[in-house]
């Protein structure tokens, strides 16, 4: 919302600077954005007055003027249509510049010369008016500067204004602003209506078929309009707060909204056909073309204002193309209604169709106003239209709106803001914003609020208003702790932060991907039998869907610094990730955490040569990962999905997936234009680690007997896993085994095809006693026993 | 006979010598080893030189004694010197490079706007406040209604929303968390929601369609803006040093009422003014406000009973603050060479 400073001023009486007005709104809540002072674009430009004017004997459009410039006479070759005789208009001197760097110089049009430029308002940055020259007051002083004949330039105020203060959506609402917050009152002018006698109802009759959304329609009949420009100070001002001047009687229409806030509309009383307005709702399919030359298909949500015949307007949004006025416009009807806010906003929204009316209704604007709005724009079109208002004015108001009362316990808004005010300083500041205070008995204050604020229905949003009033600023921060509120830590909260200082501890570093990726990148990510969460809206299809695994998120990194020659990296991060079950619109929403291995291990180096990255490395990430979280041992299965078939495992604890790791497949890297198959993965389910990591530690005693290590190689086919081995040595070892450590693996030369070469140390001990070698003979026999009878092992070494 | 003193001091002097000539040539532990035999040794070469004592006269004898004895301990301090000198260096024969580079270890890192969240959670914790978490994806109930956002309502204006489905949305703060808090507990409530969350912003240096907040809530008997007013500023003294000041601005949302914009004082210029803060001293950094009792109507509460405070902030906000981040993409692009610098 603009407003500009001598605007303000006719309504309220105030000595503070642009600076100190601007400071002191927003420290009441009315954020100024910017002020600045309404730019001129002109140099030697002079008050000039046309002494003679002729049209040009070849060219229709152009006038030959002579233009006293006091003391001078200059001629001036002119193309508006308004050049006549005794005009006072802006003169721009030869050697000025207008706006956007227009130079003027004397020069030869149509054979004859022009000693400079007879300017249009548009032509000096004032308005948008482009069409005439510019009409300067009959006083003016012939030869002025037109920058003194205009005086200081107004000053603009571009302020936020927030959705709950409708009132404030015109220059009256911040001049009572300031009113309250200076100490002054606000003027607001008593309008005198002069009507020529007659039954209005000869003319026009008001019916409202729908009271739910219009609770009150008030009109006005005008005769003997002459349309045409507005004058300067209107539309200086419009073009000041951003409305574009299109002749008198809009102009007024569009000014009276900017000052106190209600949406008004001109019909051309011609063009209504039966004498009468309807109020009603819009058949469904219903077509309408408004006044921008938009047609648009309706339903019945929303209002249209119809005449005996057809549609004239949409409600509060716009008016339609078919009864705009017109440059020949002789007869006015004037609407200015209260429309239902949220029906408004509704209509607004689906035709996205947002404009200045709309955006007041729907705040909701004073039921209460429309009379008062109503005759200003009656006067002003009397004013400046030369227009006549006729008979009573039309007041249809089914839905009366009463103030609303409110009891406020002086006791309560001092308890919720931390202060303590007296009644009599409470019932001052409610009063500075025009609520009418009754002091009640004992704590209790009655506040009786006007119909313009209604945003105050309850105790707390007058305690609102006493502490913008009062001053933020004067409540003093309490910083006394609370020790009856202290909370326990969250334990989720301290894994997820363990979980990240651990895997960054291996030498992973974190990253913050978006959430939203496009479908390409995701389907191969997508768990069996689920599609993506779609955005309705999304920004673009690049931000599509939301990411399935975190995967995705680490190789978007990945790409983007390969793309930037950085090709070895370790990346993890722990997000959000979402999916929706085939054939159901449920989502399902998990935190996954993901790392990354691509590139090398290790560079050229002087103790050694670079080192790619393989499915080992990746996989003692995860087992590290899950030492550390207290899963001390987990199952494997082929996992595949992005990861290659043989270089891919689940991770399974207690019976249940957790998550998986692998190497990425060339598909999903081709996807994400990732050149080398050099890249290793893992990710869990966040919750999964979470549930089964361990929540308390309790200490295990130490063994006070010594450990024996016992190292044994066995030979076995090439196709039996190390795992599998492992297990069955932990299944027959006793209960004296608590190591194995599996330290060679060898296929080759040195044993028979088919066959290779595993080599364990087994560590024993026991919490009671030394173990003798014998007991450890025995044991390693029956491993051994053991192993032959599961898989045919032979022993190698012992 | 007894010997001129001047040739016996000679001889203890050149004796001394040889010792020294030698231990310097010393390469190896045996060598030394080899070295302390021959002179230390009960037959080694300093130990025979005390028999020349008797071959002086008696009034001289002192004298030479004292001197053997320097020389005694002369040899036996370098060679314990030297001995330390192995100790630390091991085999002293070859070169060795020390500026030869360390064999590689991996660092790791964590994103600097995680580090801010850590940074703001801690300081939260200390508090006594609570860590929440919730979901992204959020029903509209719990985004918008139960914070007193009704759908058709032009605040809903105030955020560009994520849509899913009618029902569903990517949740534009963290405030729903406060309400499923609300819906589990029973007052006192002293929570933060540190997260990430979504608005339909176009990316540019200031905007990211994805963003993190913590946002805080307090419920109790007898909660006041001059305790959120505390908070705030304790948090703020505790984030950016002693000196910063608090402001709060009037301002508009839904859930909260009396609802504020808070500001620091600008920390690069201490309030003075600079191009950081456009000259205006303060540096904008979220929202406030003390709990709407509408919001408390939606997780039956009673508002005559409990009152209560909220306020948010942006990470990103702080993050570029804090590491005079000029451009908010950066973070979600994960350069390398940017997170390397944290
Ligand atoms: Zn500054």
Redesign the interface.
């Known amino acids: 919302m603009k407003v500009t400073l001598n605007w303000l001023k006719e309504f309220v009486d105030f000595s503070l600077s642009a600076t100190q007005v601007a400071d002191a709104l927003?420290?009441?809540?009315l954020?100024v954005e910017e002020v600045y002072t309404l730019e001129r674009n002109f140099s030697r430009v002079v008050v000039g007055k046309i002494v003679k004017s002729q049209k040009h004997p070849d060219a229709d459009h152009l006038s030959l003027c002579r233009v006293d410039i006091g003391g001078n006479i200059l001629p001036i070759v002119c193309g508006a249509p308004n050049a006549y005789e005794g005009l006072k208009a802006p003169l721009a001197l030869d050697g000025s510049v207008l706006l956007n760097d227009l130079k003027v110089e004397t020069q030869k049009i149509r054979g004859f010369e022009s000693q400079g430029m007879l300017c249009s308002e548009a032509e000096l940055g004032l308005s948008e008016r482009s069409e005439q020259l510019m009409e300067l007051t009959a006083d003016a002083e012939v030869g002025k500067e037109l920058g003194q004949y205009l005086g200081e330039p107004d000053i603009v105020f571009d302020i936020n204004v927030?959705?709950?203060?409708p009132d404030c959506l015109s220059v009256i609402g911040i001049a009572r602003e300031i009113a309250a917050m200076t100490g002054s009152s606000l003027k607001k002018p008593e309008l005198n209506i002069t009507a020529i006698p007659d039954a209005i109802e000869k003319y026009m009759t008001v019916d409202i078929k729908d009271e739910e959304r219009c609770f009150r329609y008030s009109g006005r009949y005008l005769r003997d309009i002459t349309i045409k420009p507005a004058p300067f100070w209107m539309a200086l001002r419009l073009h000041a707060v951003g409305i574009r001047s299109i002749n008198n009687v809009v102009d007024v229409t569009n000014y009276v909204m900017m000052e106190v806030g209600q949406p008004l509309h001109a019909f051309d009383y011609r063009l209504l056909e039966g004498k009468k307005v309807i109020v009603r709702a819009a058949e469904a399919g219903e077509r309408f073309t408004t006044l921008d030359g938009q047609e648009h298909e309706l339903d019945q949500d929303s209002l249209l204002i119809c005449d005996g015949v057809k549609p004239v307007a949409l409600a509060g949004v716009m008016g339609g193309l078919n009864s705009e006025v017109q440059p020949d416009t002789n007869t006015v009807f004037l609407e200015s209604a209260y429309f239902e806010p949220?029906n408004i906003?509704?209509t607004a929204?689906k035709l996205d169709l947002s404009t200045e009316s709309s955006r007041r209704f729907?705040?909701g604007i004073d039921p209460n106003g429309t009379i008062y709005a109503m005759n200003r724009a009656a006067s002003l079109m009397v004013d400046l239209a030369g227009g006549h208002v006729v008979g009573d004015a039309i007041d249809n108001y089914p839905q009366k709106v009463t103030p609303v009362e409110i009891d406020l316990s002086v006791h309560q808004s001092n308890?919720?803001?931390?202060?303590s005010l007296k009644k009599e300083q409470i019932a001052e500041i409610l009063s500075s914003i025009e609520l009418s205070v009754e002091q009640k008995n004992g704590d209790t204050l009655r506040a009786i609020v006007p119909t313009f604020r209604p945003d105050l229905t309850?105790p707390?949003?007058l305690?609102?208003e006493i502490?913008?009033l009062y001053g933020?600023?004067n409540?003093?921060?309490?910083?006394?702790?609370?020790?009856?509120?202290?909370?326990?830590?969250?334990p989720?909260?301290l894994f997820r932060?363990f979980v990240?200082?651990t895997?960054?501890?291996?030498?992973?570093?974190?990253?913050?991907?978006?959430?939203?990726i496009h479908k390409k990148f995701g389907h191969e990510f997508l768990p069996q039998k689920t599609g993506f969460?779609?955005?309705?809206?999304?920004?673009s299809e690049d931000?599509g869907v939301?990411r399935p695994n975190m995967i995705v998120s680490l190789l978007?990194?990945v790409a983007?610094?390969r793309n930037?020659q950085?090709h070895d990296?370790?990346?993890f991060?722990i997000?959000?990730v979402?999916w929706k079950e085939d054939g159901r619109?449920v989502?399902t929403?998990k935190t996954q955490i993901a790392g990354i291995l691509a590139g090398h291990r290790?560079?050229n180096?002087?103790?050694g040569k670079a080192k790619e990255f393989d499915f080992y490395d990746i996989k003692g990430v995860v087992e590290g990962l899950l030492a550390k979280t207290g899963i001390e041992k987990f199952e494997q299965e082929s996992a595949h999905d992005v990861f290659w078939d043989a270089e891919s495992s689940k991770v399974i604890v207690d019976g249940k997936s957790c998550g998986a790791f692998g190497k990425i497949t060339d598909d999903v890297l081709t996807l994400f234009k990732i050149k080398t198959n050099d890249l290793f993965a893992f990710y869990f389910d966040f919750d999964k680690l979470f549930e089964n990591c361990r929540k308390e530690k309790i200490y295990n005693p130490v063994p006070r007997f010594p450990s024996v290590p016992f190292d044994l190689a066995i030979l076995i086919d090439v196709n039996v896993s190390a795992g599998s081995l492992e297990k069955e040595i932990w299944k027959s070892g006793g209960e004296n085994l608590v190591d194995v450590h599996l330290f060679d693996y060898y296929k080759g030369e040195q044993v028979e095809a088919g066959k290779k070469s595993v080599a364990f140390s087994l560590t024993f001990s026991s919490k009671e006693r030394t173990l003798s070698d014998d007991e450890i003979e025995n044991v390693i026999d029956q491993i051994l026993a053991h192993l032959s009878g599961q898989f045919g092992a032979q022993l190698r070494d012992r | 006979m007894t010997e001129n003193l001047e040739t016996i001091i000679s001889v203890i002097a050149e004796t001394e010598k040889a010792f020294f000539y030698r231990l310097s040539n010393a390469a190896t532990r045996d060598d030394l080893e080899e070295i302390r035999i021959e002179y230390l040794s009960r037959k080694g070469k300093v130990q025979s030189l005390f028999s020349l004592i008797g071959k002086v006269d008696g009034v001289d004898r002192p004298k030479i004694g004292a001197e053997l004895n320097r020389v005694k301990k002369a040899v036996q301090d370098a060679i314990d010197e030297k001995q330390k000198s192995f100790q630390r260096t091991g085999k002293a024969i070859e070169f060795f490079d020390p500026t030869l580079p360390g064999r590689t270890v991996s660092i790791g890192s964590l994103h600097p706007l995680m580090q801010v969240m850590d940074e703001v959670k801690q300081i939260f914790v200390g508090m006594g406040f609570r860590i929440e978490e919730g979901d992204e994806i959020e029903t509209d109930y719990h985004n918008f209604e139960a914070l007193n956002i009704p759908k058709h309502h032009p605040s809903r204006d105030m955020q560009d929303t994520f849509y899913l489905s009618d029902e569903y949305v990517l949740r534009t703060h963290t405030s729903p968390v406060q309400i499923h808090t609300m819906e589990d507990q029973k007052p006192p409530i002293r929570m933060i929601a540190p997260g990430r969350c979504f608005r339909k912003d176009t990316p540019d240096a200031t905007h990211s369609p994805t963003f993190h907040q913590v946002e805080g809530l307090c419920v109790d008997r007898g909660v006041s803006f001059a305790d959120l007013k505390g908070v705030v500023l304790a948090f703020a003294q505790k984030l950016f040093g002693k000196d910063v000041k608090v402001r709060f601005r009037p301002s508009f949302f839904p859930f909260t009422e009396p609802s504020a914009e808070y500001d620091f004082s600008c920390i690069f210029c201490k309030g003075q003014g600079c191009r950081v803060c456009k000259d205006t001293g303060w540096l904008e950094i979220s929202g406030a406000g003390m709990v709407d009792p509408a919001v408390f109507g939606f997780v039956d509460y009673d508002p005559d009973v409990y009152s209560g405070y909220a306020f948010g902030m942006g990470i990103e906000r702080i993050a570029m603050l804090k590491y005079q981040v000029n451009d908010i993409r950066i973070f979600y692009e994960n350069d390398l060479r940017f997170l390397k610098q944290f």
């Open positions: 927003t420290m009441a809540g954020e927030t959705p709950n203060r949220t906003r509704r929204k729907e705040r308890v919720w803001l931390g202060v309850r707390i949003d305690v609102e502490a913008r933020y600023d409540i003093e921060p309490n910083v006394a702790p609370r020790i009856d509120q202290l909370q326990e830590a969250n989720r909260v932060d990240r200082q895997v960054s501890g291996m030498g992973f570093r974190e990253t913050c991907n978006l959430s939203l969460v779609e955005l309705l809206n999304p920004l931000l939301f978007t990194s983007y610094n930037r950085m990296m370790r990346l991060e997000g959000n979402a619109s989502k929403e290790q560079e180096a002087w103790y």
